[in-house]
């Protein structure tokens, strides 16, 4: 009978500072010489990470009241315009979020200036109503002043994801980084081996609810994320080929620091903000412990021409094809490059492995499993008549 | 005697084109010259990145008599600004640089930069996210 484990097991251990935590990378090396059913009874927790840019990232801010109060309908934070459509003083910041006068410079910036606990120039205007009577205030916040400021990030840690090339004369600036002209590079962005979805392709420890570090911080798996995809093609490992699933992911973002939320901005592109995530993985059972003892010769993605419309598929490689510096694309030799720092999510998967090591940090059963059978719609254009 | 090698940005003052000297530092001074990077602006100034291979004494020699005829010259390496402490070595900058001077270290997978590689291309000052690079190939102080 192989051995299984329970969550409350786990967490005793951990409590009692006798649990036994891996890196994703380190779990990989020990699977040389190690089957899965050894794995179980050695390892109790799998520690996984990445430090990306996560374009779909957003903080929640409540501002407090003024005297006389005001309905915040329109808001700038340093000249970036936040939601104005959340009662009196409440507004969502979205990282890609842009002030007009200088497009390099976006709610990112103000998210990490506010981690980093800077003054921030708040403007807003209401139409002033009987009981928030104010129609303008221009004022100073910083995030001492402010009641709350919540990480709310609608679609993070993508489930892999493609490889960018560009076939085309031309120089393309995207998300992906800046693509050569004729395939004179290649760019791709998951921590491999190290990335969290990967080590758990069918989400049987992660769900809504499940603990995780993010930005420096504790927070939680919300809610599957935004694009959330588990239909795509799969390889024999059961890890899909291109990117897939997502999470929505929350937390105390006062509690952050900007080692681990980043700021960027994107040549003709625009703006984001590189995101930090760890995410512990129970070594539950067996079947577990051969998802975490995937390596990198065993995770394929998909190489994508950027410069052509609707992005055609010009192959397949592995991550160790990619970590080598060069890939065969076509025929042609293309230099690799990453575009998501792989020494940061190592830095988090240590940290996290320490803090479980140390026992402060518990693993939290999923309260709700993931959804399962999911795919994407596109956007239709229909024509209104009037 | 040691044979050295040093890239160096030559900024020429308007009206200096009439002069031929680079071959001036190769027939007087036994300097091979590489140019790597050109940009003339007639009538204002022009900025030349020459790779400069020869004994020290000549090479001291080369860059005196540049000087003697107004052309400033600078180490590249002293027009290269990069803020090493904010890098998160993400790669952005590794996936242009076909120079080969920034490139991921295979084993800890940190960002190094070695300046002696540089063209001054500048593709990095835009691939950068975090614009952590500034090259100042025409300006000068």
């Not at chain 1, 995770?299 to 490689?317: E, F, M």
């Given at each position: 009978?192989?051995?299984?484990?329970?969550?409350?097991?786990?967490?005793?251990?951990?409590?009692?500072?006798?649990?036994?935590?891996?890196?994703?990378?380190?779990?990989?090396?020990?699977?040389?010489?190690?089957?899965?059913?050894?794995?179980?009874?050695?390892?109790?927790?799998?520690?996984?990470?990445?430090?990306?840019?996560?374009?779909?990232?957003?903080?929640?801010?409540?501002?407090?009241?003024?005297?006389?109060?005001?309905?915040?309908?329109?808001?700038?934070?340093?000249?970036?315009?936040?939601?104005?459509?959340?009662?009196?003083?409440?507004?969502?910041?979205?990282?890609?979020?842009?002030?007009?006068?200088?497009?390099?410079?976006?709610?990112?910036?103000?998210?990490?200036?506010?981690?980093?606990?800077?003054?921030?120039?708040?403007?807003?205007?209401?139409?002033?109503?009987?009981?928030?009577?104010?129609?303008?205030?221009?004022?100073?916040?910083?995030?001492?002043?402010?009641?709350?400021?919540?990480?709310?990030?609608?679609?993070?840690?993508?489930?892999?994801?493609?490889?960018?090339?560009?076939?085309?004369?031309?120089?393309?600036?995207?998300?992906?980084?800046?693509?050569?002209?004729?395939?004179?590079?290649?760019?791709?962005?998951?921590?491999?081996?190290?990335?969290?979805?990967?080590?758990?392709?069918?989400?049987?420890?992660?769900?809504?609810?499940?603990?995780?570090?993010?930005?420096?911080?504790?927070?939680?798996?919300?809610?599957?994320?935004?694009?959330?995809?588990?239909?795509?093609?799969?390889?024999?490992?059961?890890?899909?080929?291109?990117?897939?699933?997502?999470?929505?992911?929350?937390?105390?973002?006062?509690?952050?620091?900007?080692?681990?939320?980043?700021?960027?901005?994107?040549?003709?592109?625009?703006?984001?903000?590189?995101?930090?995530?760890?995410?512990?993985?129970?070594?539950?059972?067996?079947?577990?412990?051969?998802?975490?003892?995937?390596?990198?010769?065993?995770?394929?993605?998909?190489?994508?021409?950027?410069?052509?419309?609707?992005?055609?598929?010009?192959?397949?490689?592995?991550?160790?094809?990619?970590?080598?510096?060069?890939?065969?694309?076509?025929?042609?030799?293309?230099?690799?490059?990453?575009?998501?720092?792989?020494?940061?999510?190592?830095?988090?998967a240590a940290l996290l492995k320490e803090m479980i090591e140390k026992g402060d940090f518990l693993l939290q059963e999923p309260i709700q499993m993931f959804p399962?059978?999911?795919?994407?719609?596109?956007?239709?254009?229909?024509?209104?008549?009037? | 005697?040691?044979?050295?090698?040093?890239?160096?940005?030559?900024?020429?003052?308007?009206?200096?084109?009439?002069?031929?000297?680079?071959?001036?530092?190769?027939?007087d001074y036994d300097i091979r010259i590489n140019i790597l990077k050109a940009e003339v602006m007639p009538g204002k100034r022009g900025s030349l990145l020459l790779?400069?291979?020869?004994?020290?004494?000549?090479?001291?020699?080369?860059?005196?008599?540049l000087e003697a005829h107004n052309v400033e010259c600078q180490p590249l390496d002293k027009r290269i600004q990069f803020n090493s402490d904010k890098c998160i070595?993400?790669?952005?900058?590794?996936?242009?640089?076909?120079?080969?001077?920034?490139?991921?270290?295979?084993?800890?997978?940190?960002?190094?930069?070695?300046?002696?590689?540089?063209?001054?291309?500048?593709?990095?000052?835009?691939?950068?996210?975090?614009?952590?690079?500034?090259?100042?190939?025409?300006?000068?102080?």
């Amino acid at each position: 009978m192989a051995k299984e484990k329970s969550y409350q097991e786990i967490n005793e251990k951990i409590k009692k500072g006798e649990a036994v935590v891996l890196t994703a990378e380190e779990v990989a090396q020990l699977a040389k010489t190690c089957t899965p059913e050894e794995i179980v009874e050695k390892v109790d927790v799998v520690t996984t990470a990445t430090f990306g840019a996560m374009c779909s990232s957003g903080v929640f801010i409540n501002f407090g009241h003024a005297d006389p109060p005001i309905r915040m309908e329109k808001i700038r934070l340093n000249g970036v315009p936040a939601y104005g459509g959340l009662a009196a003083v409440d507004t969502y910041l979205g990282a890609t979020s842009v002030n007009s006068n200088n497009p390099e410079y976006g709610g990112a910036h103000v998210m990490q200036e506010l981690i980093e606990g800077k003054d921030i120039i708040l403007e807003a205007w209401g139409k002033g109503t009987d009981c928030y009577p104010r129609k303008h205030i221009r004022t100073v916040i910083n995030k001492n002043t402010i009641n709350e400021m919540i990480l709310f990030n609608p679609r993070n840690a993508y489930q892999n994801y493609n490889v960018a090339v560009n076939t085309t004369s031309k120089i393309k600036y995207t998300y992906m980084g800046t693509l050569l002209p004729n395939m004179r590079n290649a760019t791709y962005s998951t921590a491999g081996e190290l990335s969290p979805l990967i080590n758990d392709p069918e989400f049987k420890t992660i769900g809504v609810g499940t603990r995780i570090f993010i930005g420096g911080t504790t927070g939680y798996v919300a809610w599957p994320g935004t694009q959330f995809h588990t239909t795509k093609p799969k390889d024999e490992n059961g890890v899909p080929i291109t990117n897939a699933a997502t999470l929505a992911v929350i937390g105390n973002m006062k509690e952050m620091s900007s080692a681990f939320l980043q700021a960027a901005y994107y040549e003709k592109y625009g703006v984001s903000l590189f995101v930090g995530i760890g995410i512990p993985i129970p070594v539950l059972n067996v079947e577990i412990a051969k998802r975490v003892s995937i390596n990198n010769s065993q995770i394929t993605t998909t190489v994508l021409d950027y410069g052509s419309p609707g992005q055609p598929k010009l192959g397949y490689v592995t991550y160790e094809q990619l970590r080598s510096g060069e890939i065969e694309v076509n025929g042609q030799k293309v230099r690799t490059a990453p575009v998501a720092s792989l020494a940061k999510a190592r830095t988090i998967a240590a940290l996290l492995k320490e803090m479980i090591e140390k026992g402060d940090f518990l693993l939290q059963e999923p309260i709700q499993m993931f959804p399962t059978g999911t795919s994407l719609k596109g956007l239709a254009e229909i024509e209104i008549t009037e | 005697m040691n044979i050295v090698k040093r890239r160096i940005i030559l900024r020429f003052p308007p009206q200096s084109g009439d002069k031929p000297l680079s071959y001036v530092l190769v027939k007087d001074y036994d300097i091979r010259i590489n140019i790597l990077k050109a940009e003339v602006m007639p009538g204002k100034r022009g900025s030349l990145l020459l790779e400069m291979e020869a004994r020290q004494s000549n090479l001291d020699k080369g860059i005196a008599y540049l000087e003697a005829h107004n052309v400033e010259c600078q180490p590249l390496d002293k027009r290269i600004q990069f803020n090493s402490d904010k890098c998160i070595s993400c790669g952005n900058c590794t996936a242009v640089c076909f120079a080969g001077a920034l490139t991921m270290n295979q084993v800890t997978w940190k960002m190094e930069f070695n300046k002696e590689l540089c063209v001054a291309c500048e593709l990095c000052v835009k691939a950068c996210p975090l614009r952590l690079f500034d090259i100042d190939f025409r300006d000068g102080n």
